[in-house]
């Protein structure tokens, strides 16, 4: 199991395309994974609006990280070509 204290991220990426590429490689090589998305045209946590989002890419307004298990991180960043 994947946990915030065994896991290091192998991939960070704004590409929904290239994430699921990862993923798919992950998963075809049994690496278990997490994917953390955050939404950085979304409304500010603490209320308001980020005003940051205004002519903002939207194609590239996703933020994907990826997390494997520590002791799987040099085989998935090399199955990755990273």
Do not use: H, W
């Amino acid at each position: 199991m994947i946990s915030v204290f065994n896991r290091k991220e192998v991939c960070i990426t704004y590409d929904m395309e290239e994430q699921a590429r990862v993923r798919d490689i992950l998963k075809n090589n049994n690496i278990n994974y997490i994917v953390d998305t955050k939404n950085l045209a979304s409304p500010s946590p603490l209320g308001g609006r980020r005003d940051s989002s205004i002519g903002m890419d939207l194609s590239r307004c996703v933020e994907y990280k990826i997390y494997v298990a520590r002791q799987d991180y040099e085989l998935a960043k090399m199955l990755i070509g990273k």
